[in-house]
């Protein structure tokens, strides 16, 4: 039964990929960015498929059961605020713009150099969200199919590949709709059972009205807020998120489109975390232990349509990146000669496969990774973006200098703190006596703190610069299509 609703899932997202792949027509702007054409309903299905993930959904649910009501809440409501506050101030310029793929931006804003650096940051960021999608799906299999972690990871892989390498965003806008209305019926129907069966009740200290955890370093609020904020300003600067932006058919389109997937992010993601306070379990160990058999059944497929989502959308933004960004190919398309752009991506999407399962096998961690992939963009890109929109004294100096201190510092202290986000941490850990667990969260404030003063000092002791480009639409030059 379970084998049979997990097989439907997947099944479901890869028909629905490829019966829209033909609309591609050998064209990379179709594939990379829908031709600029996708309806509000759709860019919000597939915003919210990015922003629902295993991480925000599995992983909200680990982190609850562990730690409190809010160590998993945030991780839903940190991904409603990024998609909140790009609708208020970055959707409507940005789709203006007609970009192709983030550092778009920051080639026209700051250079070629700004635009390889970021690029660099967001392919590594990507593989980091990437891997935490295979890490639930892997786990999942193992758990209810009894599937080596390794063979569920490559289960999910290849479900991916299959209709992403055929249909790109088209595909993946598409297939999110049967992930969103897989998930959310997933979401509603496992809070009411646990209503009716457990009551919504939590241990003392580990509910929703324990405000402790958001206010008492020492009940995780540091951490709690850490992750607030990694999410919900380090995620704006997200490849995925800002391709539907760009894919979206008007300013306003794109606008309300956010708005509505924070709101449906959050509806769907919070749950969880409710129903993991109100068990005490972890999602699969209640699923597995509790649950009836047609429950699990739906949350399981509801599970493993968010991993496909998330996962098709990043690694499709990631390849896009490293070819076209990294790389200089850009789009040709006549009826005579292939399009470049649309082939190199395909192809790029194999070794961002393979780079994420490699860290999924080292570090098998749910939430966490997702946490720590938009911790790395806060720390060094949220700065340069943010500012670069809206302040015109920023220069490039201004921008590689804030996005080197961002990453030392925070390299360096991921580095000497033995925890990251409430886990051990296995990635990066050199051992030492200067820090210990209770530093954990002050690193993603320091960090980013760091990135600001680098930004606003080197900008203002530096001639200001001219932006370039950020009025204008700035779409392929005539002689790349």
Not at 2 to 13: K, N, P, T
Not at 149 to 158: E, K, S, T, W
Not at 243 to 251: E, G, L
Not at 407 to 416: D, E, I, K, S, W
Request: net charge positive; hydrophobic share 55%.
């Amino acid at each position: 039964m379970i084998i049979l609703g997990v097989a439907l899932a997947i099944f479901s997202m890869i028909v629905v990929g490829l019966l829209v792949a033909r609309r591609v027509a050998g064209d990379s702007r179709n594939f990379l960015v829908a031709g600029r054409t996708l309806a509000l309903p759709i860019v919000a299905a597939t915003l919210m498929g990015q922003a629902v993930d295993t991480n925000a959904t599995l992983g909200a649910t680990d982190q609850a059961a562990k730690l409190g009501f809010w160590a998993g809440a945030t991780l839903p409501l940190g991904l409603a605020l990024c998609l909140l506050l790009t609708g208020l101030f970055f959707a409507r310029p940005m789709n203006r713009m007609g970009l192709t793929t983030l550092p778009d931006f920051f080639r026209l804003r700051y250079g070629r150099a700004t635009e390889v650096a970021a690029s660099v940051l967001m392919i590594t960021a990507f593989a980091i969200l990437v891997a935490g999608n295979l890490v639930a799906g892997g786990f999942l299999f193992q758990k209810f199919l009894g599937t080596p972690y390794g063979v569920g990871v490559l289960i999910i892989v290849a479900a991916v590949l299959i209709y992403t390498l055929a249909g790109g965003i088209l595909s993946d806008a598409y297939s999110s709709i049967v992930q969103m209305l897989v998930t959310t019926a997933a979401s509603m129907a496992l809070l009411i059972w646990v209503a009716v069966t457990f009551g919504l009740k939590s241990d003392p200290g580990m509910g929703p009205l324990d405000l402790g955890q958001l206010s008492d370093p020492a009940q995780g609020a540091v951490v709690n807020w850490a992750t607030l904020a990694a999410l919900g300003i380090g995620d704006i600067v997200a490849i995925d998120f800002m391709q539907r932006v760009f894919a979206a058919r008007s300013p306003d389109v794109a606008r309300r489109a956010c708005f509505l997937a924070a709101a449906g992010t959050a509806v769907v993601g919070v749950p969880f975390a409710l129903v993991a306070v109100s068990t005490g379990h972890g999602l699969l160990t209640l699923l597995d232990e509790a649950a009836p058999v047609g429950l699990s059944v739906l949350v399981l497929a509801g599970i493993v349509s968010a991993s496909l989502s998330t996962a098709d959308g990043a690694i499709l933004g990631t390849a896009a990146v490293a070819v076209r960004n990294v790389g200089t190919v850009r789009r040709v398309h006549r009826p005579d000669r292939a399009d470049p752009l649309l082939r190199a991506t395909r192809w790029a999407m194999l070794p961002v496969v393979g780079g994420s399962m490699l860290l999924a096998l080292r570090v098998p961690q749910t939430g966490v990774l997702l946490t720590l992939a938009f911790d790395l963009m806060l720390a060094c890109l949220a700065v340069p973006f943010v500012l670069g929109m809206f302040w015109r004294r920023g220069s490039s100096g201004a921008a590689l200098a804030a996005l080197t201190v961002g990453l030392v510092v925070r390299l360096t202290l991921f580095a000497l703190t033995p925890t990251m986000y409430g886990a051990e941490n296995t990635l990066l850990y050199v051992p030492n006596t200067l820090v210990g667990a209770a530093f954990d969260g002050w690193p993603t404030f320091i960090a980013v703190a760091a990135s600001l003063l680098t930004y606003v000092l080197v900008a203002l002791l530096r001639a200001p610069a001219g932006i370039r480009g950020l009025d204008l639409r700035v779409e392929e030059a005539p002689a790349e299509r």
